[in-house]
Nanobody, 119 residues
Framework: QVQLVESGGGLVQPGGSLRLSCVVS????????MGWYRQAPGKQRELVAR???????NYADSVKGRFTISRDNAKNTVHLQMNSLAPEDTAVYYC?????????????WGQGTQVTVSS
């Protein structure tokens, strides 16, 4: 059993910051790439940022220079530091991880955490 649990969402004013965290637990052999996705009402889920097991990162163009993804391999945790937040960043943010567990490798998802940017 593998679980991804997100935290850190909430309501923030435009220009503010939030830090999302995601902890992976369970029977884990290897965690490969980890990432954050988001889904706004009426829109498809989209990639926000991803990080490889070696620390290479990639970002959606809309968040470059404002968001930073990081991971702590010892703690099976991935973070998303979000600065200069704008109303268009409002969405449910989902943690994703590519995990080898019990000889099976597949994607796992968290339950999502709401981020609302509004004055």
């Amino acid at each position: 059993q593998v679980q991804l649990v997100e935290s850190g969402g909430g309501l923030v004013q435009p220009g503010g910051s939030l830090r999302l965290s995601c902890v992976v637990s369970g029977t884990i052999s290897v965690i490969y790439g980890m990432g954050w996705y988001r889904q706004a009402p009426g829109k498809q889920r989209e990639l926000v940022a991803r990080i490889t097991s070696r620390g290479s990162t990639n970002y959606a163009d809309s968040v470059k220079g404002r968001f930073t993804i990081s991971r702590d391999n010892a703690k099976n945790t991935v973070h998303l530091q979000m600065n200069s937040l704008a109303p268009e960043d409002t969405a449910v943010y989902y943690c994703n991880a590519d995990i080898l567990s019990r000889l099976t490798r597949r994607d796992y998802w968290g339950q999502g955490t709401q981020v609302t940017v509004s004055s």
